[in-house]
């Protein structure tokens, strides 16, 4: 139906920038709301930053003014440019996709999670 495959993730030291990217593939007629989630250990999983079709966004307060939300439509791919990270930013993060598929059923799927770890 949709596979989601994202990339980007890895070890980074405090005050450094990384950049995730989600490209979703499949039986897909249009892409809906597309976001990021992320799980740090012990915690819940919380919503990092979200991005609608229209190109509206909303982010958690712990991440405001450092990471920023896009999308490029055509090739059905959120990212997730993260800037001034801090030590509380290590988790693994999830995209998060929702889509039409091209016999009109409506879902959202999940990507398989990419580590981001931050050193001091």
């Known amino acids: 139906q949709v596979q989601l495959v994202e990339s980007g993730g890895g070890l980074v030291q405090a005050g450094g920038s990384l950049r995730l990217s989600c490209a979703a593939s499949?039986?897909?007629?249009?892409?809906?709301?597309m976001g990021w989630y992320r799980q740090a250990p012990g915690k819940q999983r919380e919503l990092v930053a979200h991005i609608t079709s229209g190109g509206g966004t909303n982010y958690a307060d712990s991440v405001k003014g450092r990471f920023t939300i896009s999308r490029e439509n055509n090739k059905n791919t959120v990212y997730l440019q993260m800037n001034s990270l801090k030590r509380e930013d290590t988790a693994v993060y999830y995209c998060?996709?929702?889509?039409?598929?091209?016999?009109?059923?409506?879902?959202?799927?999940w990507g398989q999670g990419t580590q981001v770890t931050v050193s001091s």
């Open positions: 998060n996709v929702g889509a039409t598929l091209l016999w009109g059923t409506a879902s959202d799927y």
């Open positions: 499949g039986s897909i007629f249009s892409i809906n709301a």
